[in-house]
């Protein structure tokens, strides 16, 4: 079974400044995808980005990078210029590979990320 | 087109009564996934269905959590009995295709309080 910790029940950020979030995960599986969502206080999941564990490169997207270190599993998510816009609470969720393959998701406890302006 | 819809947005149940949740996914999805998640909490897996057949029921905490997806599209998580412990927010994903790299859309949830 897969789990997931993310260890920062909440962090705070200064709108314009940079936030990094943490992540660490266990899997006895090679093949997967790791994925940061945020759930706004609205409660619907959006998908921030994705990671794929074969992939060296870290992934980036706009204002959002990660640091993925694979043999530590770990998957930290950067969030910079922040915005007043990015308060949520943030989930790291890898997938289950298997032989189903279908994406079943687990989900960390998530951080609550507070942006003052 | 719409999103993931999700209804009703609130449901109060009393001890021991039973009830509904519907999911309506994205027009053509064929994964759809409920998760429940407690206050606080990250949402945990339920079920999975690809199309009308449920692949994967290992989440659903007891025997009187029951999904169906009956004509692969509207899906509907029904509670027997409610208890206490079942008070959370289900929120129900769909994604198009069978497999990790496609993104789970997730609808707004329900939140069921159980009183």
């Known amino acids: 079974a897969q789990t997931v910790t993310q260890s920062q029940p909440e962090m705070s950020v200064q709108e314009a400044e940079t936030v990094t979030l943490s992540c660490t995960y266990d899997?006895?599986?090679?093949?997967?995808?790791l994925f940061w969502y945020k759930q706004p206080p609205s409660r619907q999941m959006i998908l921030v980005i994705r990671?794929?564990?074969?992939?060296?490169q870290n992934a980036t997207e706009n204002r959002f990078s990660v640091n993925f270190q694979k043999a530590a599993k770990s998957f930290s998510l950067k969030i910079s210029d922040s915005l007043l816009g990015d308060a949520a609470m943030y989930f790291c969720?890898?997938?289950?590979?298997?032989?189903?393959?279908?994406?079943?998701?687990?989900f960390g406890q998530g951080t609550i990320l507070t942006v003052h302006p | 087109g719409a999103g993931v819809s999700q209804s009703p947005r609130y449901k109060v149940a009393k001890r021991g009564q039973d009830v509904a949740l519907r999911c309506d996914p994205i027009?053509?999805?064929?994964?759809l996934f409920w998760y429940q998640q407690a206050l606080g909490q990250g949402p945990e897996f339920l079920t999975y269905?690809?199309?009308?057949?449920?692949?994967?029921k290992s989440g659903l905490p007891s025997d009187r959590f029951f999904a169906e997806r009956p004509e692969g599209s509207v899906s509907t998580l029904k509670i027997q009995r409610t208890q206490q412990e079942d008070s959370a927010v289900y929120l129900c994903?769909?994604?198009?295709?069978?497999?990790?790299?496609?993104?789970?859309?997730f609808g707004p949830g329900t939140r069921l309080t159980v009183t």
């Open positions: 994903a769909s994604s198009l295709a069978r497999g990790q790299t496609y993104e789970q859309y």
């Open positions: 899997t006895s599986e090679s093949d997967y995808y």
């Open positions: 990671q794929e564990a074969y992939k060296q």
């Open positions: 969720a890898p997938t289950h590979a298997g032989g189903t393959s279908y994406g079943k998701l687990t």
């Open positions: 027009s053509g999805h064929v994964s």
């Open positions: 269905f690809q199309n009308e057949a449920q692949l994967d």
